[in-house]
């Protein structure tokens, strides 16, 4: 699979996550020479974006989970509930792809409920800003656990129609997937210049 990049050299560094275009950094099926060259062009760069891009959404998808919770019924949480179960065995399974999907039907679901189509399609959109990053660190089974242990207290708070709670799983869910993608790009590049040192 190709680096896809925008073409604009003045300005490509700042578009990383800001492309149109589908870009994974790094894909496991390119040439481990691609990715160091992309390491050396964006790495200074990339922790500002996610570091942005992490406290945005934690600000904008927490409000948005707290409104839902005041504003579901038993009914809507079940069916939440149902996908959360889904998820769980996905987890168990090791099966990343449908976890993802899972996961992002988990979010969806409440976020209707707390947010305008203007508000979700904001949310949509940083989503497809960090999808190609979370599926770096997607498949590690121990990942995916911890994310169920925030998934579980935002279920919970759900339940118990506690917006602040929600508000707190949800931060505790977007902070940790960011704590983990951080761990993985710094050990994956001290693979890559190894790698290439060797």
């Not at 990049?5 to 894909?27: D, F, G, H, V, Y």
């Not at 508000?119 to 770096?136: D, E, K, S, V, Y």
Request: proline share 3%.
């Amino acid at each position: 699979m190709p680096v896809v990049k925008k073409r604009n050299e003045q300005t490509e560094t700042r578009l990383l996550l800001e492309s149109n275009e589908a870009i994974e950094l790094p894909p496991a099926e390119i040439a481990e020479r691609d990715v160091l060259v992309q390491f050396e062009q964006f790495k200074q760069y990339v922790p500002e974006l996610l570091e942005e891009l992490r406290d945005v959404r934690v600000a904008l998808e927490g409000c948005v989970a707290e409104r839902a919770a005041a504003r579901m019924t038993n009914d809507d949480v079940a069916a939440v509930q149902r996908i959360f179960d889904e998820m769980d065995a996905h987890v168990e399974a090791g099966d990343a792809r449908a976890y993802l999907r899972c996961n992002f039907a988990f979010h969806t679901r409440i976020y209707r409920h707390g947010a305008s189509d203007m508000t979700l399609a904001t949310i949509q959109n940083m989503w497809m800003r960090i999808g190609p990053f979370l599926n770096m660190v997607a498949p590690d089974v121990a990942h995916m656990r911890v994310s169920m242990q925030a998934h579980r207290q935002i279920i919970d708070a759900l339940w118990k129609h506690d917006g602040a709670a929600a508000r707190e799983g949800i931060a505790k869910d977007i902070r940790d997937a960011a704590r983990d993608l951080e761990a993985h790009l710094r050990s994956q590049e001290t693979r890559v210049r190894r790698h290439a040192q060797s």
